[in-house]
């Protein structure tokens, strides 16, 4: 599985963005989704992520009201929908599939997208 992350960018302090994440290969609807982040000099952490068929989805408490994930397994597209960011969203935003293991832990994904640059300005 290849993921390719875009729609990042800089935006204001309370704005809006839609990450996608597209990947290609096979079998997309049987993995978990997750998005995870990375600021300067911090640990990646997790955002969200969605089960293969949609049904179940968590969220960092962090984002909780303010983000929203979700897939189109036709497209072999998940997206990030971000409202109300904050300056310290700013970081860079990962892609990643997996099928085993807590959904909240990077160890549990196998694959990862490149990233892509998301900048709050306060």
């Known amino acids: 599985v290849q993921l390719q992350a875009s729609g990042g960018g800089l935006v204001q302090a309370g704005g809006s963005l839609r990450l996608s994440c597209a990947a290609s290969?096979?079998?997309?609807?049987?993995?978990?989704m997750g998005w995870f982040r990375q600021a300067p000099g911090k640990e990646r952490e997790f955002v969200a992520a969605?089960?293969?068929?949609?049904?179940?989805?968590y969220y960092a408490d962090f984002v909780r009201g303010r983000f929203t994930i979700s897939r189109d397994n036709a497209k072999n597209t998940v997206y990030l929908q971000m409202n109300s960011l904050k300056p310290e969203g700013t970081a860079v935003y990962y892609c990643?599939?997996?099928?085993?293991?807590?959904?909240?832990?990077?160890?549990?994904?196998?694959?990862w997208g490149q990233g892509t640059q998301v900048t709050v300005s306060s």
């Open positions: 969605v089960t293969g068929s949609g049904n179940s989805i």
């Open positions: 290969g096979r079998s997309f609807s049987s993995y978990r």
């Open positions: 990643a599939a997996g099928r085993w293991g807590v959904q909240t832990s990077s160890s549990s994904y196998d694959y």
